[in-house]
Nanobody, 122 residues
Framework: QVQLVESGGGSVQAGGSLRLSCIAA????????MGWFRQALGKEREFVAV????????YYADSVKGRFTISRDNAKNTMYLQMNSLEPEDTAVYYC???????????????WGQGTQVTVSS
């Protein structure tokens, strides 16, 4: 079982930046595309960004395109999400997971880490 550990969240004002990290403990990290998801209070979890296995391609939700950048370091089993120009609407708990493509980017594992809270104040 792969353990997913997210970190780097915090409280910032609108326009600020944060960098999230996701460590996926396990030997198969580089075998999968990896993605970030988020869940705001009272809402369903939603897709944020995906990076393919060796980082050749990235995909973003329209709401974060141009502001967020996803990256990964396979040697460290770590994925990152650089979030700039943060908006109050970005407030959520952020999660990572391996993903595969169906009609949408679908989480591979049916479990999640504890997530990391991002709070953006106006």
């Amino acid at each position: 079982q792969v353990q997913l550990v997210e970190s780097g969240g915090g409280s910032v004002q609108a326009g600020g930046s944060l960098r999230l990290s996701c460590i996926a403990a396990g030997r198969t990290f580089s075998s999968y595309s990896m993605g970030w998801f988020r869940q705001a209070l009272g809402k369903e979890r939603e897709f944020v960004a995906v990076i393919t296995r060796i980082g050749a391609s990235t995909y973003y939700a329209d709401s974060v395109k141009g502001r967020f950048t996803i990256s990964r370091d396979n040697a460290k089993n770590t994925m990152y999400l650089q979030m700039n120009s943060l908006e109050p609407e970005d407030t959520a708990v952020y999660y990572c997971n391996a993903v595969y493509k169906t009609s949408t980017w679908t989480p591979l594992y049916d479990y999640w880490g504890q997530g990391t809270q991002v709070t953006v104040s106006s």
